[in-house]
């Protein structure tokens, strides 16, 4: 059973995410702050992480980096009422892997937990599928149709990254940073990489990978 911690300073609709999770038989956790939830993830495993941003004390977005810049892996969902794409971008930025507005729709909440909880199973296997596409990220190959090629590392680990989150925009800077590891590459050399990436998959019937003018690229279903 997937355990699942929410963390919400209004009680009423912690409690209300709590039991729609319960109602889908995952195991859930409740914290009204961050401090609370870090003390929790100090003796118990947490498969996914529900939060807020505006919490007493550390805020959601600082949790998320915290946890990050720790080594945690442990999916995060943002809910909150924070709205604008500048919020967004700190969202992702800072490492959270969806983010919803409130008010949200619980039947959305649900499927997007369940993506998520996916997506962190795929690549704990170290292996993504996506449609028809199969990526193995031990030996660096992506499967289609078209048959199987091997990526050189770079491409392979930003196509990843990517497909692992299909939709998402992608800053220049957040991909140097994840790819590279912070190193002195600019954005030109992203730009060569993905244009080597799209030769490469142009024939590919599942997806491709779309700019997002001023900001960065996204793979998006065909």
Do not use: C
């Not at 992480?49 to 949790?63: A, C, K, N, Q, R």
């Not at 369940?114 to 596409?133: E, H, I, M, Q, Y």
């Not at 030109?188 to 997806?207: A, M, Q, W, Y």
């Amino acid at each position: 059973m997937f355990k699942i911690l929410v963390i919400e300073d209004h009680l009423d609709l912690q409690e209300l995410f709590l039991k729609a999770l319960q109602k889908n038989s995952y195991q859930t956790f409740g914290a009204e702050s961050a401090e609370d939830a870090l003390k929790l993830l100090d003796i118990e495993y947490i498969d996914l992480i529900i939060t807020d941003v505006m919490l007493p004390g550390i805020s959601g977005f600082e949790l998320i980096q915290a946890l990050r810049d720790s080594g945690s892996n442990i999916p995060v969902l943002v809910i909150t009422a924070k709205s604008d794409i500048v919020d967004k971008q700190i969202g992702f930025t800072s490492g959270a892997d969806d983010y919803m507005v409130k008010p949200i729709d619980l039947k959305e909440m649900l499927l997007r937990v369940s993506a998520l909880l996916r997506r962190a199973k795929s690549v704990s296997d170290k292996k993504l599928a996506f449609g028809g596409t199969v990526l193995e990220y031990d030996i660096w190959t992506l499967t289609d149709e078209n048959g199987t090629q091997v990526l050189p590392q770079k491409e392979f680990q930003l196509l990843y990254k990517m497909l692992s989150y299909p939709g998402q925009i992608f800053t220049r800077q957040q991909l140097l940073d994840d790819i590279w590891g912070g190193t002195q590459e600019d954005s030109h050399t992203l730009d060569v990489h993905i244009s080597r990436l799209r030769e490469k998959i142009k024939g590919n019937p599942d997806f491709e990978i779309a700019t997002i003018r001023g900001l960065g690229y996204r793979a998006v279903r065909k």
